[in-house]
């Protein structure tokens, strides 16, 4: 019902702040919210017609049934799912929102997998923008707790899990706080004590599967 669930948030921005930039977020992850937000604005064209995230680039659709990701071919008969973003974190202005929501009044059909139906197929046919902010992205807790070691550097990362670890993402929010008031942090150098190699996760790019989050 995730779908379900994804679309409601939508109406509800749509009907109580449509002006407003939109962060959609899930509860298990840090995210710098002052700069995720200039970093996408920095890239977003006049028209609002965007959404900024974690880019996912020609995923090849899952077929096989030990998948989570599996769908069949009557739910989607193409091999490779439209470029989408990680429902995980991204941001999107009012305009993107309505045009969203617009689709709908005349494509009623929800594929179940939220952020592709969502970020990808309804917005393919929305007219909407994709903005990488790959760059800005981890997917490994590790490098977080990385950031989260030194309170007098600025983490480079500014979405990343904290595996549901209260006290991790405290410690992320209060860097944040402690770099943003003395404004002397210096940016860490890539998290290097803990790099973590992935031949999913390439160049600011993520290829070959969609990567459960």
């Known amino acids: 019902h995730l779908v379900h669930k994804h679309m409601m948030g939508l109406r509800w921005v749509a009907s109580n ?25 920095r890239s977003a064209p006049a028209s609002g017609l965007w959404m900024a995230g974690l880019l996912q680039v020609r995923l090849p659709v899952q077929r096989s049934e030990a998948s989570k990701w599996a769908v069949t071919r009557g739910q989607w008969p193409g091999d490779r ?29 929800l594929l179940w997998i939220d952020d592709v139906m969502i970020t990808g ?33 600025r983490c480079k990362y500014l979405v990343g899990p904290t595996d549901h670890d209260p006290e991790l993402l405290d410690k992320l929010v209060h860097q944040d706080v402690q770099c943003r008031t003395s404004q002397s942090c210096r940016v ?26």
């Open 121 to 153: 197929i309804l917005a393919d046919k929305a007219g909407l923008e994709r903005i990488s902010l790959n760059s800005a992205f981890t997917v490994y807790t590790e490098q977080m707790k990385c950031c989260a070691e030194n309170i007098e550097e």
């Open 188 to 213: 860490t150098p890539g998290s290097g004590n803990c790099r973590v190699e992935n031949p999913y996760f390439m160049a600011g790019e993520v290829i070959g599967e969609v990567i459960p989050l």
């Open 81 to 109: 799912w439209p470029d989408f973003l990680s429902g995980w974190c991204y941001v999107i202005p009012g305009p993107g929102v309505r045009s969203i929501l617009s689709v709908l009044e005349t494509d009623t059909r």
């Open 17 to 41: 702040c449509q002006n407003n930039l939109v962060i959609k977020m899930d509860d298990d992850i840090f995210v710098n919210f002052r700069a995720i937000l200039e970093a996408a604005l």
